[in-house]
């Protein structure tokens, strides 16, 4: 194993210095980020197929610094309409050997506006660009599609595409917006909300779904996001679930290791289930991809992207470019 200075500190400070550590970082890197089994989809290009998951950087505080890491697409968010603090109390937790994080935070971020400004200081880049956009914690279920709603139109015109988060277990009461009596409504308002002429030129809008909800659940939420015509499936959050041996909270929510089968049946499900209608909406597969074979077990079962946040605390910032180099014969 190598040196990994920031397991030394606690979780939070590192978790609060890594923004410096990853700006710093890639001013060492090279401009061009590395190009392995490359996708174009809907006119985006995607130099490789391993992206920033949502969470990592919440505000666009290091926008500049993910293609030059090597990532090969970024979402930044979950933003809420407002900036809101952290959930009280400790929000995140490491264990270094289970390669496993636990997390509470609740969507911390500076607000919608602030990452607009982030995003147009940053100027062109070299990656597509996702936003995660969320509801604040103060608005209800019942009025949480105006929060949604405001975000997508006030980032729209920012960014690549939409990634609608309604799978966080930190934020009382989100995931029942993925049940039935929301999902229909909601979903087909924030599609019909974008902004835009006609409809082949309208941003995709992908919605990012749970790991803990039973194969019935799930089907249906895969039938009703299809029926309303999503560009695609962000497969998935962090885990409800404990495993022995990590002495986690039981509140908030599990990633990394642990977690890799969970999502890993999830997206395998997905795939299946969705068959010959998915056409050529993306899956983008997250949770638990640790290493090169990760990478390509999703890739060969049903994802066309991945993603990650936990493997950036485990293993380092270095990790897309390590999987750059692992990957690099790849087309
Ligand atoms: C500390 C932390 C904060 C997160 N914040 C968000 C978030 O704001 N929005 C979101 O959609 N997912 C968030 N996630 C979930 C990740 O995007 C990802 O779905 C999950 O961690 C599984 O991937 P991993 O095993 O690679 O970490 C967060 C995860 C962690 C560990």
New binding site residues.
């Given amino acids: 194993m190598s040196f990994k200075p920031w397991s030394l500190i606690p979780a939070k400070l590192a978790?609060d210095l890594a923004p410096i550590g990853v700006n710093t970082l890639s001013l060492l890197m090279p401009d061009e980020p590395p190009h392995w089994k490359p996708l174009e989809w809907r006119g985006l290009k995607f130099p490789n197929r391993l992206g920033l998951?949502?969470?990592v950087d919440?505000t666009g505080k290091c926008i500049k610094a993910w293609p030059k890491l090597g990532a090969g697409f970024m979402e930044l968010?979950?933003v809420t309409p407002l900036p809101q603090g952290p959930n009280p109390g400790t929000i995140?937790m490491r264990n270094m050997q289970g390669k496993a994080?636990w997390?509470k935070?609740g969507?911390p971020n500076e607000g919608v506006q602030a990452l607009k400004k982030n995003i147009k200081n940053a100027g062109s880049l070299s990656i597509p660009l996702f936003v995660?956009i969320?509801k604040n914690r103060n608005t209800s279920n019942e009025e949480a599609e105006k929060d949604y709603i405001q975000c997508l139109q006030e980032i729209y015109d920012d960014c690549d595409g939409i990634?609608v988060?309604i799978?966080?277990p930190n934020t009382k009461g989100l995931r029942e917006l993925q049940t039935r009596d929301y999902l229909t409504s909601f979903i087909s308002r924030i599609l019909e909300s974008r902004p835009g002429v006609s409809q082949s030129k309208l941003k995709p809008v992908l919605i990012?779904l749970s790991p803990d909800s039973s194969d019935e659940e799930f089907s249906e939420m895969l039938d009703i996001t299809l029926e309303s015509g999503v560009d695609g499936w962000v497969l998935?959050?962090?885990t409800t679930h404990r495993v022995n041996g990590l002495s986690f909270p039981s509140e908030g929510?599990m990633?990394?290791a642990p977690?890799k089968e969970l999502?890993f049946e999830k997206l395998k499900f997905a795939a299946n289930y969705i068959g010959e209608k998915k056409g050529d909406r993306l899956i983008i597969s997250?949770?638990?991809?640790m290493d090169e074979n990760d990478i390509r077990m999703r890739l060969a079962n049903g994802a066309d992207l991945v993603?990650?946040?936990?493997?950036l605390v485990i293993e380092g910032p270095q990790f897309f470019r390590n999987m750059g180099k692992k990957l690099k014969n790849w087309h």
């Fill in positions: 978790h998951a949502g969470g919440k968010g979950t995140i994080l997390n935070m969507f995660n969320g990634v988060n799978s966080s990012k998935t959050n962090t929510g990633s990394g977690l999502s997250v949770g638990g991809i993603e990650i946040y936990s493997a």
